[in-house]
């Protein structure tokens, strides 16, 4: 069954405790959580405390995608945190293998992530060696942003290797999902849906995610 990843930014950071209880509460799989520098993005979100403090409050998989410059130096920190996959972008990677395996190494899964302009030949000869990849729908750095439909074919070129290679790692879709977008992404091979505003926007979160359920 698809996953759903309502992402954090989203919601009220004033009580990030309650929000999170409640999608987990509506139906949720994975708590995405967005981490922006002001550098690799244009806007400034949260960091390893934060990922602390919300580890105690759910039991679901802390999914941490990494829109920084220099994230080997954040890792470490990311990781005693408490999250269960950390996600770096390719193109904020100069070694992107050893950038993995640093991840590895303190016993998270690994994740790349490439934006909606990078071509998915730039993470080929890194797919043996992750638990998920995410593709961006959006540019990131905001939330609440449409969907860019054109990268629909790489999801499916990503599927298509997938199984040529004979791996199993989770294919991830981030930026712009709605009950109106998420079809086109799972009918690509897509298995995890982030969702930011069209869960924590709406008044009834467990209805909002039974909405993108129920669309695919
Ligand atoms: C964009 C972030 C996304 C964002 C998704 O930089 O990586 O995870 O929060 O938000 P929506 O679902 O509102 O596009
Ligand atoms: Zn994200």
């Known amino acids: 069954m698809t996953k759903i990843a309502p992402s954090i930014l989203a919601s009220n950071f004033a009580k990030l405790g309650e929000e999170i209880q409640d ?19 244009p806007n400034i ?27 080997d130096d954040y890792i470490e920190a990311f990781a005693k945190a408490g999250s269960d996959i950390i996600t770096v972008h390719q193109e904020a990677c100069t070694h992107l293998h050893r950038t993995i395996q640093l991840i590895k190494s303190h016993g998270v899964k690994p994740g790349v992530v490439i934006n909606p302009a990078t071509p998915a030949e730039m993470i080929k000869p890194i797919l043996a060696e992750v638990d998920l990849v995410l593709l961006m729908t959006v540019n990131p750095g905001f939330g ?55 869960v924590f926007k709406k008044e009834d979160r467990k ?6 359920r129920n669309s695919l």
Request: overall charge negative; hydrophobic content about 40%.
């Open 144 to 198: 609440g942003q449409s969907f860019i439909s054109s990268v629909v074919p790489k999801i499916r070129q990503i599927s298509e290797w997938r199984e040529e290679m004979g791996l199993d790692f989770e294919i991830e879709i981030d930026g712009g999902v709605t009950a109106e977008t998420a079809k086109t992404c799972t009918d690509a091979g897509a298995d995890v849906l982030v969702a930011g505003s069209a």
């Open 207 to 212: 209805q909002a995610i039974e909405e993108i």
């Open 23 to 41: 999608v987990e509460r509506g139906g949720a799989d994975y708590i995405h959580v967005d981490v922006m520098d002001g550098h690799y993005v």
């Open 45 to 71: 979100s949260i960091g390893p405390m934060i990922v602390e403090a919300i580890r105690p409050v759910t039991d679901l998989t802390l999914d941490v995608h990494l829109m920084i410059d220099n994230p």
